[in-house]
């Protein structure tokens, strides 16, 4: 706590007490601080060298890609199977394996999950570990926005 020390003219006089703050310390720590991060700053950004392939277009008579078969779980556990726009059906645990075979005609084609925001994790695990064990590792997951 600083005091003033003065009286007028030297003759003495009342010493009060000084509530200030001196900010003084305070701005020279916060410069050299400022100092610092603005040092230390750059050697924090860390560059990789990419060597990316050149871009190339699809041949010009080339088929479009199949439409995606979805695997959807309900809330209550039912499995659904549908391929791009066509309405959804309903398959059973134990049918989905010989269902996507069906569909797609080989264990190497992709097959994307979906699932309700609701469903439990568990019941999602053992669609994925029966697919898994039937030999289908293609598999992708969806995530739909919840807004």
């Known amino acids: 706590m600083a005091a003033k020390l003065s009286g007028p003219s ?3 006089g009342v010493i ?6 001196n900010v ?3 701005v020279d720590v916060m410069l050299v601080l400022l100092i610092i991060f603005m040092v230390s700053a750059p050697l924090a950004t860390v560059s990789i060298r990419l060597d990316l392939p050149p871009p190339v277009p699809p041949p010009e008579n080339a088929e479009p890609p199949p439409p995606p078969t979805f695997i959807s779980i309900a809330l209550d ?3 659904y199977v549908t391929t791009g726009e066509e309405a959804p059906e309903s398959v059973t645990l134990e049918g989905l394996d010989s269902e996507l075979y069906s569909r797609l005609g080989s264990r ?3 097959v994307m999950i979906r699932a ?3 469903v439990l994790y568990n019941d999602f695990m053992v669609v994925m570990n029966d697919l898994q ?3 289908w590792f293609q ?4 995530n739909e926005d919840i807004s």
Not at 16 to 21: C, G, K, L, R, V
Not at 139 to 142: A, E, K, N, Q, T
């Open 116 to 118: 309700d925001a609701d």
């Open 108 to 110: 190497e084609e992709r």
């Open 139 to 142: 598999v992708g997951l969806i």
């Open 24 to 26: 003084t310390p305070f």
């Open 16 to 21: 009060e007490q000084n509530a200030d703050i």
């Open 10 to 12: 030297g003759k003495g």
């Open 77 to 79: 556990g039912t499995l």
């Open 133 to 135: 064990s039937k030999g």
